[in-house]
T-cell receptor
Framework: LAKTTQPISMDSYEGQEVNITCSHN???????ITWYQQFPSQGPRFIIQ???TKVTNEVASLFIPADRKSSTLSLPRVSLSDTAVYYC????????????FGKGTRLSVIA | NAGVTQTPKFQVLKTGQSMTLQCAQD?????MYWYRQDPGMGLRLIYY???????DKGEVPNGYNVSRLNKREFSLRLESAAPSQTSVYFC??????????????FGPGTRLTVT
């Protein structure tokens, strides 16, 4: 499984755009990049997934450069409710390669 | 759809006691997982089951056993609880296939304290 590196924590004010970058230098050709969000006292939940270029959904955007060695999760105009831990995962995600979570990035949104 | 359900939600055990954490999913997913999360830490994989009838160790399997009872249910057993097993335990399931990647669904967690 590709190892990922992301910042331990980030702070942001409400209304700002937040970009969290994840480094995954040894990503394999068939690997996907997936981001999860975890609120306190809850299990993680899927936010977004991509393979290359840009993916956007109602929650976030995911930017993946051509070499795929990094990815950036972008949260537009964050609110206090976006305070959570964000995990970047890389892998094929077949049944024989379970998802392995790192420590994630703890995002604190300040009023 | 209830998604992934876990029982119990909370449990306090004395050192040396045993218990089984139950997990069930109603999404017809092939793969199921057990993670533990210690305060302020990320999730660590204990055991997983890629399909009914198979189980494999994850990062931290010592002190635990699992049973994939059928496609829906995946239980985690602590035979002799230790204070180091105080944690929040999350069960998850995922549809898997031969290509691509699929999102993983988590249960609400079981908060276990061993005294």
């Amino acid at each position: 499984l590709a190892k990922t590196t992301q910042p331990i924590s980030m702070d942001s004010y409400e209304g700002q755009e937040v970009n969290i970058t994840c480094s995954h230098n040894n990503i394999a050709t068939n690997d996907y990049i997936t981001w999860y969000q975890q609120f306190p006292s809850q299990g993680p939940r899927f936010i977004i997934q991509g393979y290359k270029t840009k993916v956007t959904n109602e929650v976030a955007s995911l930017f993946i450069p051509a070499d795929r060695k990094s990815s950036t999760l972008s949260l537009p105009r964050v609110s206090l409710s976006d305070t959570a831990v964000y995990y970047c995962l890389v892998g094929l995600h077949s049944g024989n390669t379970p998802l392995v979570f790192g420590k994630g990035t703890r995002l604190s949104v300040i009023a | 759809n209830a998604g992934v359900t876990q029982t119990p939600k909370f449990q306090v055990l004395k050192t040396g006691q045993s218990m089984t954490l139950q997990c069930a999913q109603d999404m017809n997913h092939n793969s199921m997982y057990w993670y533990r999360q210690d305060p302020g830490m990320g999730l660590r994989l204990i055991y997983y089951s890629a399909s009914e009838g198979t189980t494999d160790k994850g990062e931290v399997p010592n002190g635990y056993n699992v049973s994939r009872l059928n496609k829906r249910e995946f239980s985690l057993r602590l035979e002799s609880a230790a204070p180091s097993q105080t944690s929040v335990y999350f069960c998850a399931s995922r549809k898997t296939g031969t290509s691509g990647a699929y999102e993983q669904y988590f249960g609400p967690g079981t908060r276990l304290t061993v005294t």
